[in-house]
């Protein structure tokens, strides 16, 4: 079964660049058919995608966010990982790495059915 | 992000059957995953394709999608179903985007 663990600083400066990673367990980040996806959710709010990772290396970010996200890929340790540059306060929240699923074999549909418990980041100033 | 739009807030009577939907362009095209958050709790997968339930989801779970819009029924809501619930789509590029979240109450 898999499993995700989110892990980084719970405090970042202002302007600086939060950093966290996800580490796969139980199974293989290199399996085709999955996107290594990052989401967050402000305090008393919804849900935020920030962007995925295929296996491959290729991303795609939420356009919101785009000009300050990078994911990146360690398939040598199964891990992925998200900086988010020149972050303020409006940054402070849980962040969750989780397993995009894409099934079916003609049409695809697509679930977000592995999550990791979340880590707070809290951006200071 | 691809927009999709929820009501807030939803109530229903313990036992009885409640819909919760969710409105966005890229549904005509792309099927909606549903997710319940409970306080304190990371996102749960509950409907996802078609009418699709992960393992261990019960069946009073149910989707589905008509035009620009999703639904989730929970048919026979229990206490325990009382949680937020978010739907989530991708468009033709690969974008996402989550609804703004339904609170449900189990009366």
């Known amino acids: 079964q898999v499993q995700l663990q989110e892990s980084g600083p719970g405090l970042v400066k202002f302007s600086q660049t939060l950093s966290l990673t996800c580490t796969v367990s139980?199974?293989?980040?290199?399996?085709?058919?999955?996107?290594w996806s990052w989401i967050r959710q402000h305090p008393g709010k919804g849900l935020e995608w920030i962007g995925y990772i295929y296996y491959s290396g290729s991303t795609y970010y939420n356009p919101s966010l785009k000009s300050r996200v990078t994911i990146s890929v360690d398939t040598s340790k199964n891990q992925f990982s998200l900086k988010l540059s020149s972050v303020t306060a409006a940054d402070t929240a849980v962040y969750y790495c989780a397993r995009e699923t894409r099934f079916g074999v003609v049409t695809y549909y697509y679930g977000m059915d592995v999550w990791g418990q979340g880590t707070t980041v809290t951006v200071s100033s | 992000s691809s927009e999709l739009t929820q009501d807030p807030a939803v109530s229903v009577a313990l036992g009885q059957t409640v819909r919760i939907t969710c409105q966005g362009d890229?549904?005509?095209?792309?099927?909606a995953s549903w997710y319940q958050q409970k306080p304190g709790q990371a996102p749960v997968l509950v409907i996802y394709?078609?009418?699709n339930r992960p393992s261990g989801i019960p069946d009073r779970f149910s989707g589905s999608s008509s035009g620009n819009t999703a639904s989730l029924t929970i048919t026979g809501a229990q206490a325990e179903d009382e949680a937020d619930y978010y739907c989530?789509?991708?468009?033709?590029?690969?974008?996402?985007?989550f609804g703004g979240g339904t609170k449900l109450t189990v009366l």
């Open positions: 139980g199974g293989s980040i290199s399996s085709g058919g999955y996107y």
């Open positions: 394709g078609k009418n």
């Open positions: 989530n789509s991708r468009d033709s590029s690969g974008n996402h985007g």
């Open positions: 890229s549904l005509r095209s792309y099927y």
